[in-house]
C-alpha cells in the first residue's frame, strides 16, 4: 500500500459510499504512534499536534494509547477537553492568544507555552483574579517560553521554522530582557522552553542538529532563570518542548524517518546534558496523522486545452490546499487500475474558478468522467487546512475506519 492507508479494494469500496471523501485509518495512525514511541527515550513525552487534524476519530485514538494533546486555539482546547483528557496532558501555544483562549488553558490546568511577556502579563492578571477555573490554579503557574533561534538550525521551509524575523515566540537574542521583565511578576514563573525549528524534516541528523540547538537556547535560558528566581539550574526548567516536525515522504522512491536514529540521538542529547532533569516533548502533527488519510474525488470532467489535458474533479484546493501552499503535491492513484494500463499526463484541477486550483499533475491511467482518484498522505493538514467556504461547494465527507 506504501503511500496510501487502503487497498484498492477498500479505496473503491469507501467511494461508493459517496465523494468526496477523508478516510481516515485508525489502525495506521496507531501504529505511527507506536512506533515513535517505542523509538523514543522515555523521558520523552509525545503530545499530537491538533492542528494537523482535529477529527475526533483521531483525537480518541492518540488519547486511548496515552497521548498528550498541543493545542493552538479555544476550540483544539474545547475538543481536547470534551474528550476528557486531563490539564497534565495538554499543552497550549501558539501566536496572538487572546484573554479568553488563555483564560480556558488556564481552567483546565494546560502547560501555556507563552508567545512574550504580553502572554505572561494576561495570566498574572487571570491568576488575581476570581475568574472560573482560576482557584484551582497552582501560583505561582509554570509556564514555558517559545523562543525563535538566532541560528544553528537547519533552514526552515515556507511553512514554519528558520532563523528570519518570525511571528512566533521570542527572539533569543531577546530572551535575557523578557526574563527580567518577567522576573517582577509573582503568580507566574517561566520554567520550560518551546522551540518549533523546522516542518517535514525526514532526515533525522536534521532533526537532531535543531534539537541540540534547542538544549543550547535551553541552558542558556535555565542559566538567567536560575539567576532571576534564585534557585539552582537543575530546578530552572521543568519542561523542553522540541516542537513537530516529523516528516512523511509525499513520493513513493523517498525514505521514511529514520526513528531508531531520531532516537537514539535524542538520548545522546540527554546524556550530553546532565544539567537538565526535567522532561522532553514532541509534538509531532504529520507523522502521526498523516499517513492513516485518504482524499477520494471524482473526474467530473476531461477537457483538452492547447496540448495540455486537464481532469477538473470533484473538490480541488478547497478540500486540499496543501498543494497550492508548498508546491508539493500529494501522491494520487486510480483505484482498481492495472499497473500495465496505458498512461498519459494529467493537470488535476478542482472546480473553483481559479486557476489556482491545482492538485499538481501526474500520469495516470486513461480517465474518464466518474472514475476515482484517491490522494494518499493526506490526513494531516487535508480538509482542516483548506478553504472549504469558497464557492460554497458540498463539503467532504470524513470517516474513520
Ligand atoms: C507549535 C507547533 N507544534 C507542532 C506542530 C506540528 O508540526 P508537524 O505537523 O510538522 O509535526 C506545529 C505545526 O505548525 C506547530 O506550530
Redesign the pocket.
Known sequence: MGLFAFDDAALLGIAAEGTPCFAYRLETAARAWKSLRAALPERIRLAY?V??NPHGGLLRAFAALGSSF?C?SKGELARVAALGIPGSRILF??PGKRREELALALGLGARI?VDGIEDLQILEVLLAGPGPGMAGAKSPLRDSL?VHPRGGIAEGSR??GGTGPSA?GVDEEDVPRLVAEAKGLTRVRIAGL?V?AS??ELHAPRLLENHRASLRIARGLADLLASAYACPVEEALDCIDL?????IPYEEEVAELDLGALGSGLQGLLGENPWYRGELVL??????S?PCGVYLTRVVRIKESRGETFAILEGGINHLLRPALTGQAFPVRVPGRGEAEEKKPYTLAGPLCTSLDRLGTAVLSRLLPGDILAFGQTG??GFTEAMGLFLSHDLPRETCL
Not at 509534538?283 to 502521526?288: F, N, Q, S, V
Request: charged share 20%.
Open positions: 499536534a492542528k494537523a498541543d493552538a501555544a501558539g507555552e517559545r511553512i514554519i512566533f518551546q518549533f516542518s517535514n516542537g513537530g516536525g516529523l516528516g509534538e509531532p502533527g504529520r507523522y502521526l498523516g494531516a493538514y
